[in-house]
Antibody, heavy 123, light 105 residues
Framework: EVQLVESGGGLVQPGWSLRLSCAAS????????MHWVRQAPGKGLEWVSG????????GYAGSVKGRFTISRNNPKKSLYLQMNNLGPEDTALYYC????????????????WGQGILVTVSS | SYELTQPPSVSVSPGQTASIICSGD??????ASWYQQRSGQSPVLVIF???KRPSGIPERFSGSNSGNTATLTISGTQAIDEADYYC????????FGGGTKLTVL
């Protein structure tokens, strides 16, 4: 059974940093691209970032480019999201999601999702 | 930036067919996917590559994509299908629609 467990969220002040982690199990982590998708309270889904299986291809949403950094550690079966200079607009539930493919292409689909981790940015 | 537009809400009677549309410029030239998100739960992929169903998704879920519109169709809608539905496509990056709340009356 595929499991994705996010951690590292919490309440931070504007301008602070936070690092999210996602621990994966139940599948061959190295074979698949991975993504972060967020959902602000009461709002829709927003793709944040994705990383290909070998970390060669990385993409970011315009709203986080230059502030967030995605990475992965295949031997540890873990996905990360380093978030810097956080603002209130980054307040959301952050989901770790597994792709059905290994590359970041024009056909990315998320077939498994974690339960999400809440990030709240407020003074 | 590329936008996908969905109606905020759709209502359907149990046993009837529900259709949820997603509009975007030349969307038919791209692949469309659909996700179901029940209240308080994580999203679930129900349709990918326009019309394919992942394993475990009931046959009553189907999809199509042509021109500027992708459509998710739920035949014989059941109460458990009540949820928010999001379309998704790719245009330089992953794009989600704003979501449609399906109410089964």
């Amino acid at each position: 059974e595929v499991q994705l467990v996010e951690s590292g969220g919490g309440l931070v002040q504007p301008g602070w940093s936070l690092r999210l982690s996602c621990a994966a199990s139940g599948f061959t982590f190295d074979d698949y691209a991975m993504h972060w998708v967020r959902q602000a309270p009461g709002k829709g889904l927003e793709w944040v970032s994705g990383i290909s299986w070998k970390s060669i291809t990385i993409g970011y949403a315009g709203s986080v480019k230059g502030r967030f950094t995605i990475s992965r550690n295949n031997p540890k079966k873990s996905l990360y999201l380093q978030m810097n200079n956080l603002g209130p607009e980054d307040t959301a539930l952050y989901y770790c999601a597994k792709d059905i493919a290994g590359e970041i292409t024009g056909d990315n689909n998320f077939d498994n999702w974690g339960q999400g981790i809440l990030v709240t940015v407020s003074s | 930036s590329y936008e996908l537009t969905q109606p905020p809400s759709v209502s359907v009677s149990p046993g009837q067919t529900a259709s949820i549309i997603c509009s975007g410029d030349k969307l038919g030239d791209k692949y469309a996917s659909w996700y179901q998100q029940r209240s308080g739960q994580s999203p679930v992929l129900v349709i990918f590559q326009d019309s394919k169903r992942p394993s475990g998704i009931p046959e009553r879920f189907s999809g199509s994509n042509s021109g500027n519109t992708a459509t998710l169709t739920i035949s014989g809608t059941q109460a458990i299908d009540e949820a928010d539905y999001y379309c998704q496509a790719w245009d330089s990056s992953v794009v989600f629609g704003g979501g449609t709340k399906l109410t089964v009356l």
